[in-house]
């Protein structure tokens, strides 16, 4: 166990699990054991978690809801980073602000309700929004890179880049990040909200 990074946590607040057995935190009870497990509670502290890995070269692994997510039983990963609980989202003038631990199927929901256009389609998708929009996710047709505004992103070199849809040069259920040709972690993400008939969407 790395005692310079659990003290970091400490100081900062940001909570963490020690010998943590995957099959307790996983969608499908699957996972072998993890010797680190921190789960920041917003975006803020999972930017600035991830910082410190990336400048100290401690390598880790990104979860989010892990509902597409096989682990295997016999893997020991030493650090793993859950988005879970960087679940806020608000509705603003700039669009949907979502931290990219926010469940896509609640905010589905929550967006149908207000009556915001292009949210029908992932009314039914599990995972996080951050997951959806690093995999490009879709229903059919539909794919939510065309809700994308934009995207905060933590690139493994430390810099804090704001990513548009064309940045994540997006194919079906593909981007830049899937492919591997870059890496980070996307901390916040803006989406489109054009506002329609709810009473319609609810048909």
């Known amino acids: 166990m790395d005692n310079e990074l659990i003290k970091y946590l400490e100081i900062n607040h940001i909570p963490y699990e020690t010998h943590v057995d995957l099959k307790k935190k996983t969608w499908i009870h ?37 509902s597409n ?7 020991n990963i030493p ?17 949907i602000v979502c931290e990219s631990g926010v469940g896509v ?11 915001i256009s292009g949210f029908e389609y992932l ?7 951050g997951a959806a929009i690093y995999n490009n996710s879709s229903c059919k047709s539909n794919s939510i890179s065309a809700l994308l505004v934009s995207a905060e992103v933590l690139l493994s070199d430390g810099r804090l880049v704001t990513m ?3 940045d994540m040069e997006y194919q079906f259920r593909s981007s830049i990040f899937k492919e591997g040709r870059l890496r980070g972690v996307i901390i916040t993400v803006v989406l489109r909200a054009v506002e329609g ?6 048909q």
């Open 164 to 166: 548009t849809a064309e």
């Open 197 to 202: 008939d709810s009473k319609l969407f609810q």
């Open 30 to 66: 699957r996972g072998g054991e993890c010797g680190l497990f921190i789960s920041p509670n917003s975006s803020g502290q999972l930017l600035s978690v991830a910082r410190y890995l990336y400048s100290k070269n401690i390598k880790f692994q990104l979860l989010g809801h892990t």
């Open 123 to 129: 009314t039914g998708l599990p995972g996080t929004i």
């Open 105 to 115: 199927i609640r905010m589905a929901n929550d967006m149908v309700q207000r009556g």
């Open 79 to 95: 650090v793993v980073v859950s988005t879970k609980k960087c679940s806020h989202f608000e509705l603003t003038a700039d669009g």
């Open 69 to 75: 997510v096989y682990i295997l039983n016999t893997c």
